[in-house]
C-alpha cells in the first residue's frame, strides 16, 4: 500500500503529532508499506541531529515560514504545482492528513483530483486552542496577575477560562462590583460567539474528507454531536507499551512529580507551577520535573522564580526518548493541567510506565484518568483544587502504591501494535469504498450516456 500524508508539523519539532506519525510510520515501513510524508521545512539550526527516514520512507519538504506566535513552529506555503506533480508521482493509494492547515487542504486537493480516499486525524482541540493563538496570549500570566486584587472570583475565572483577546481591554477600565455581572456577561457571549465560529470552520475543513479519526472516543463523540463529518471513528495514537515498563522507586526523602509535554501557555504549565507553590509549602519534600522544551520556558521559569520554588523545579529541556524514560521510571507521579488534549501520548507514557496521573476534567483526560483509580481529576484553571489532589496522593503511600498498580493495566487497548492494525483496516475500507463509489459513479455516467445515444437515435 502506497500512503501519502500531509502535516503541518514534523522533524525536528518535537509533539505529540510528531510522534505519533514517527510511530506508526515506522510500523507501516516494516511490513512493507511505502509512505510519502508532505510536511514543512525547517531550518539546518533546528535539527539536533540528522533525521534519517525508515525504509519505505520518504520526505517532501514544503517552504514554510515561522510562527509568530511559537517561531519553534511553522506555517507552509507549499509550491501547489511542485506538490501535484510529486504526488502524481508517487500515486499513493490513499491520503492521511495529520492538519486542515495550508498544507492539508493542499493534500485534499491532491486527492479529490487524483481520486484518491482521504481520511484525516482530528489531532487538535481548535475551539480551545484558537484562544491560544493570539500574542497577547504570551503576556497572560503577567496580565492574570495583575487582575488577581482587582476581580471577584467569578469574573475572573471567566477570563482566565475564555478570553485572554479581551484581557487587555478589561485592564483599561475600572472594575467594580456593578460592572462584574455586565462584564461577566460580555465574555461569555464573545466566547460562544468564538465557539459557534471556530466549529462552523471546522465542519467546512472537514465535511468533504471521506472518514475522520479520533484518538479519543470523547473526541470522537464531540465531532459527531458537532455533526462535522457523517464517519468519525475512534482511533488512539498509540505507544510502544514494551518500551515503558514500571520499575522499582529508588529509596528517597523526596517526592517526585513528573510533568512532560511541549512548554507553552495552551499546556496551562502556569497553572501547574502556582499548584506547586501551594503543594511544596504544605508537603516540603515535593520536587518537580519539566521535561520539553517551547516558547514560554523562559517567562515560567521567571514565575517560579517569583513564587520561590525555584530550587524544588528543575526545567530539564528536551530530552532524548531514553532520558525521558528513564525519568518516568524515577518519578512518583505525572502532572498536567492542560484543558486541550485531545488524547495526550506522555499520559499514556507516563500510565505504562506504573505512573499515577493527577490531571484535569478535560477532554481526553477525564476518559484516560479514572478518578480515585490510576488518578486524580482536579477542576480545570484551579491550582488550589490541583493541590489538594496532589498532596492526597503525597500523604497517602498506600493509596499512591495502589493507583501505580491500577495505571498500567487501563491502557492495554493502545498498544501500538493493535492501532496499526485498526489503522490498516480503516485505509483498506477507505479504499474500498472509493472504489465502489467511483464503479457507482461511473456505471450511471454509462447509463445516462446510454439513454441520451437512444434518444439521440429516435426518429423525429
Known amino acids: 500500500m502506497r500512503i501519502a500524508i500531509f502535516t503541518e508539523t514534523f522533524y525536528p519539532e518535537i509533539n505529540g503529532v510528531v510522534t505519533f506519525l514517527k510511530n506508526i510510520t515506522e ?216 518500551k515503558f515498563r514500571p520499575m522499582p522507586k529508588p529509596k528517597r526523602d523526596e517526592i517526585m512529580l513528573l510533568h512532560s509535554g511541549r512548554i507553552s501557555f495552551e499546556k496551562n504549565v502556569d497553572v501547574l507551577l502556582n499548584s506547586f507553590k501551594l503543594v511544596s509549602d504544605k508537603c516540603p519534600q515535593a520536587r518537580l520535573w519539566i521535561v520539553g522544551d517551547g516558547p514560554s520556558q523562559p517567562e515560567l521559569k521567571k514565575l517560579a522564580g517569583k513564587l520561590r520554588i525555584s530550587d524544588k523545579v528543575k526545567f530539564f529541556g528536551a530530552l532524548p526518548r531514553e532520558e525521558l524514560i528513564s525519568l518516568y521510571q524515577k518519578a512518583d507521579f505525572f502532572v498536567t493541567a492542560s484543558t486541550i488534549e485531545t488524547q495526550g501520548i506522555v499520559v499514556l507514557e507516563a500510565m505504562a510506565s506504573g505512573l499515577p496521573v493527577v490531571g484535569v476534567k478535560a477532554l481526553a483526560l477525564s476518559e484516560l484518568i479514572r478518578d480515585g483509580q490510576n488518578g486524580f481529576l482536579a477542576s480545570p484553571f484551579n491550582p488550589r483544587d490541583f493541590a489538594e489532589k496532589c498532596i492526597r496522593l503525597i500523604e497517602s503511600p498506600d493509596l499512591l502504591e495502589k493507583m501505580a498498580q491500577n495505571a498500567p493495566s487501563s491502557i492495554k487497548e493502545h498498544d501500538l501494535d493493535f492501532v496499526v492494525e485498526r489503522l490498516i483496516c480503516i485505509y483498506e475500507r477507505a479504499i474500498c469504498d472509493k472504489t465502489k463509489k467511483l464503479e457507482k459513479k461511473k456505471k450511471k455516467r454509462k447509463l445516462a450516456l446510454r439513454n441520451k445515444n437512444k434518444r439521440l437515435k429516435k426518429p423525429a
Open 27 to 242: 510500523k507501516l515501513s516494516a511490513q512493507g508499506h511505502e509512505i510519502r510524508i508532505y510536511c514543512p521545512k525547517y531550518p539546518k539550526k533546528a535539527f539536533r541531529k540528522p533525521y534519517y527516514p525508515s525504509k519505505n520512507v520518504s520526505v517532501y519538504r514544503a517552504f514554510s515560514i515561522k510562527l509568530i506566535t511559537n517561531p519553534a513552529s511553522r506555517v507552509t506555503i507549499p509550491n501547489v504545482i511542485k506538490v501535484f506533480r510529486d504526488f502524481k508521482r508517487f500515486n499513493p493509494d490513499i491520503v492521511h492528513l495529520q492538519s486542515p492547515l495550508l498544507i492539508g487542504e493542499v493534500g485534499f486537493l491532491c486527492g479529490k483530483l487524483y481520486r484518491k480516499p482521504v481520511i484525516s486525524t482530528y489531532h487538535t482541540f481548535l475551539p480551545d486552542f484558537a484562544k491560544y493563538i493570539s500574542p497577547l496570549r504570551i503576556a497572560r500570566v503577567i496580565l492574570i496577575n495583575k487582575l488577581i486584587g482587582r476581580m471577584r472570583r467569578k469574573a475572573r475565572k471567566v477570563i482566565e477560562e475564555d478570553n485572554p483577546q479581551e484581557i487587555k481591554r478589561f485592564l483599561k477600565k475600572k472594575v467594580n462590583k456593578k460592572k462584574e455581572k455586565e462584564l461577566t456577561a460580555k465574555f461569555r457571549k464573545v466566547k460562544k460567539l468564538n465557539e459557534a465560529s471556530i466549529w462552523v470552520i471546522t465542519r467546512l475543513m472537514y465535511s468533504t474528507h471521506d472518514l475522520i479519526t479520533a484518538p479519543s472516543r470523547v473526541m470522537a463523540k464531540i465531532l459527531r454531536e458537532k455533526r462535522v463529518n457523517r464517519k468519525v471513528l475512534f482511533l488512539s495514537n498509540g505507544i510502544e507499551l514494551d
